[in-house]
């Protein structure tokens, strides 16, 4: 079958495609240089939607490039460019195609049709030429990379090929061409270390910096500086000297190091990474066909895979329903914030501080029991702003204003008697934060909304003894503040429509993933977290060794183990929530006594990481007392997913959310938990352990799995 006919196909099963244009259109170079022929990816829309590649804008390319390569053949022209529509160059494969894709055939003409395509370009009688004006991503790289020679804009901030994040590889070129290019250390970098970190992007600079392009331009005249520079390589003023890549010992260990990668940051548990080193390891030799082979294949086992089907499942709840709050009342109804109130000047308050100031640019202002507190906050706040400031994040008349708004004050009547906002993050204890929002009943505006930082206690309660009880909402953020995304914001009984929708204009100023709770003890992350590391810690309690417990949930590819977990929390903090747990759930939720005695020691950590790798604190050890039931990894792992299953299926029967993809948005953004898991929920699907534990699936079937 031609990739005509493959794509015709395929268009049948995707009618919804944002269609991308491939507009051609000559003109003459600078310098006499000759007529240029210029294809420009354009969908039609703004930047807000970006041009993608779907079955129809595939074929749409091709005939562009039909035209032009008649046009070479003729010797009508001397060149030819591609460039995207402003501040967008592609993005790649329109992802919303492969969801509906159920048959292995289908997934194998996505892989061969985009090759036959992109290829044409590097096979013209005349030069080839990428524009990176904008964003690129994926194949929206991998198209120019088929081309002779590439420029790119300084100004790009999103460059990269993400596939590996999602629980694909870059198939149409990426694995093969870009170590060819520029070798496979670096190649491995852009493919698997940097996807896997949270899908860190390449800027325009770096893209250059890396030999991916071959020249760099100021973004405001980034086309007519690239055509001059195009002329100037085709008339032979500037010539592009690329060195052949080692192929010798640094390129097994550069393959090497990216599955030291891999296994640190998913374990063996997603397929995507390991299948793009493969790919990267057999090109070693420059055979691009054996590597276009390899990449169609691995495509379309990937896209057949519960991985990736997950990986898109998450990718459209961070993209989408992030961005639409199910449950967020009319947005009209939300109050303007502008002027902040954070009671104390901790940590975890400053860094609310540093957040309100920089997102709202509105004065923000700390509260604390004495002096040296406050100033110690807000001296923390001004340290980070000048930081940035070193960093060229800020301009100095940015962190000067952004200074002048973070202030610091003993009396909170002063302080807050014109606040909008006021929130909490004082010592989690009821009868604190009962007495805190007493004193703040007194001062703030009758309209300012009340909030609470609570990561575990009833909100409800907090506010049972106000007389506006109604304004009071749960606002619980997670540390780091300034890297996790997610706030999971609480109506606690009583708060009404315009507290809350405040609260969720709030959240998207302050560009977080709100999630809307309802007000049940620990809400949703802490509940599960908790859940998962009280099966642990009883299993350690009970006499399986600290290690064994702590390598059981390895296999599922989450951030970090239990332990590492629990250190990030705090032994005090994690103790306390769990305490919180037990009052509400004693059945299900224990308080493990070797924790206990680890807190009342005052240790902030249970391993030793002076000698490399981390080790049991001896006297970490030396306070645990166990029992003789020693279980295995696997049994472990059985019993901690067990009882996340059980745990999400009453969340949902309780309604702590609307639906279960709110839970995995929540894992996905406040615990970092992994795309190829879809959070938590598409993978007890697919073990079986939903259906064993409550008896029914979370999601129906399609849903974060294969079409049935």
């Known amino acids: ?106 997934a194998l003409a996505i892989g061969i049709g985009g090759h036959a395509i992109f290829r044409r370009l590097n ?83 770096k893209v250059y910096e890396l030999g991916i392009a071959d020249a760099l331009f100021e973004a405001a005249d980034f086309l007519e500086q690239s055509l001059i520079w195009t002329s100037a390589v085709l008339r032979g003023e500037i010539e592009i000297a690329r060195q052949d890549p080692d192929r010798g010992e640094t390129w097994d260990q550069a393959v090497a190091r990216g599955r030291e990668i891999a296994d640190e940051k998913v374990h063996g548990a997603a397929p995507a990474a390991y299948r793009a080193l493969d790919i990267i390891a057999q090109v070693r030799n420059g055979d691009l066909r054996a590597g276009f082979d390899a990449e169609d294949q691995a495509l379309a086992d990937l896209i057949m895979s519960d991985e990736l089907r997950s990986g898109l499942y998450a990718f459209n709840l961070v993209q989408r329903r ?130 609470t930082n609570t990561s575990s206690l009833s909100v409800t309660e907090m506010a049972s003894r106000l007389a506006h009880p109604e304004r009071v909402v749960g606002f619980h953020f997670f540390n780091p503040v300034a890297v996790l995304p997610l706030l999971e914001i609480v109506r606690a009984e009583r708060t009404d429509d315009a507290s809350l929708a405040t609260a969720f204009a709030v959240a998207k100023q302050l560009k977080k993933s709100a999630v809307l709770v309802k007000d049940a003890p620990a809400f949703v992350v802490n509940r599960i977290l908790t859940r998962f590391m009280g099966e642990v810690l009883a299993s350690i309690d009970e006499g399986t060794p600290v290690e064994v417990a702590d390598n059981a949930l390895a296999p599922l590819g989450l951030p970090m183990s239990p332990m590492v977990l629990l250190e990030l929390v705090g032994p005090a903090v994690a103790h306390h929530v769990a305490g919180t747990l037990h009052e509400a759930f004693p059945e299900r939720f224990g308080v493990s006594e070797n924790l206990g005695r680890v807190v009342a020691a005052g240790k902030r950590t249970l391993y030793d990481h002076s000698g490399g790798k981390p080790q049991l604190d001896p006297e970490v050890a030396a306070l645990f007392e166990v029992g003789d039931r020693v279980l295995s990894e696997e049994q472990v792992r059985a019993r901690a997913v067990d009882a996340i299953a059980e745990e999400i299926g009453l969340m949902l029967d309780e309604g702590v959310v609307a639906e279960a993809q709110d839970i995995d948005l929540c894992l996905i953004t406040g615990a970092g938990w992994p795309f190829h898991l879809g959070g938590i929920t598409p993978y007890l699907d697919r073990a079986g352990v939903s259906q064993r534990v409550l008896g029914r699936r979370l999601l129906a079937p399609g849903v974060a799995s294969l079409p049935e």
């Not at 202002?365 to 340290?383: A, C, N, P, S, Y």
């Open 322 to 451: 992030a961005k639409r709050p199910v449950g967020a009342p009319d947005k009209s109804l939300a109050r303007p914030v502008t002027k902040v109130g954070i009671v104390g000047a901790g940590l975890m308050a400053s860094q609310l501080a540093l957040l309100f100031a920089r997102r709202l640019q509105v004065p923000v202002v700390l509260t604390d029991i004495d002096q040296e507190r406050v100033d110690k906050g807000v001296g923390w706040v001004h340290e980070q702003l000048d930081m940035l400031l070193l960093k060229g994040r800020l301009s100095q008349d940015q962190a000067n204003r952004l200074k002048a708004n973070v202030t610091g004050s003993l009396d909170k009547a002063s302080a807050f008697a014109d606040a909008d906002f006021v929130i909490e993050a004082v010592f989690e204890e009821m009868g604190v934060k009962r007495q805190v929002f007493a004193e703040l009943e007194a001062v703030v505006p009758e309209h300012a909304i009340l909030a």
């Open 1 to 106: 079958m031609s990739s005509a006919e493959q794509l015709r196909k395929a268009a049948e099963i995707f009618p919804d495609e944002v269609v991308t244009q491939a507009h051609v259109r000559h003109l003459e170079l600078p310098h006499g240089a000759g007529r240029f022929a210029l294809i420009t990816l354009d969908n039609g829309h703004d930047h807000k939607k970006p041009t993608t590649f779907g079955p129809r804008s595939l074929a749409n390319l091709d005939a562009a490039i039909d035209r032009v390569a008649a046009e070479a053949d003729a010797g009508e022209i001397v060149g030819v460019g591609l460039t995207g529509k402003p501040f967008v160059f592609a993005v790649g494969a329109d992802l919303k195609g492969v969801e509906v894709i159920a048959e292995r055939e289908q």
């Open 123 to 205: 096979s013209l009688a005349v030069p080839s030429f990428a524009y990176y004006n904008g964003a690129a991503l994926g194949g929206g790289v991998e198209v120019g990379l088929h081309c002779t020679y590439r420029t790119v804009s300084d100004s790009i901030g999103a460059f990269g090929l993400p596939e590996v994040f999602l629980g694909l590889v870059p198939g149409w070129g990426g694995c093969t061409l870009l170590p060819n290019l520029i070798g496979a250390e670096r190649a491995v970098t852009v493919i698997v270390e940097n996807a896997l970190n949270q899908n860190r992007m390449l800027t325009g600079p």
